[in-house]
């Protein structure tokens, strides 16, 4: 069995920073579940284009106020607390952030705990 706490990931080297996010990566590939878990902030005012080439995600908004673009059709969505996306296709896409939001983030593959996004959005393929 595996326990760890949101707040003790916090002050190590789970916690991975860029300009626009932190995301605390609370399960690794290392954990061999077959996917990583991650509680990410996104900070308000921020613009991230993301496209996971590499990775199929899940997120579910537990706080805050975004909106995600669909760039292959430009559709958009509002994002609040309760609400889900699930990114399937691969999709590219832009989160523009209204007010700072907190998302709990399934990836498959998981992630090493490392990644941040590459010059075009994804996060690279960690092959053994």
Known sequence: MIVRTLEEAEKTDRKVQSKTWDSVRLLLKDDNMGFSF??????????????????????????????IETL?????????????YILDQHDEHILRVHKEVKMACVFNPPVTGQEVHDESGAYPLVVD
């Open 72 to 84: 292959a059709d430009g559709k958009k969505y509002q994002i609040k607390p309760g609400t889900i």
């Open 38 to 67: 991650h509680i990410t902030t996104l900070y308000a005012g921020t613009v991230t284009r993301m496209h996971y080439k590499n990775h199929l995600e899940s997120v579910y908004c537990m706080e805050g106020e975004a909106e």
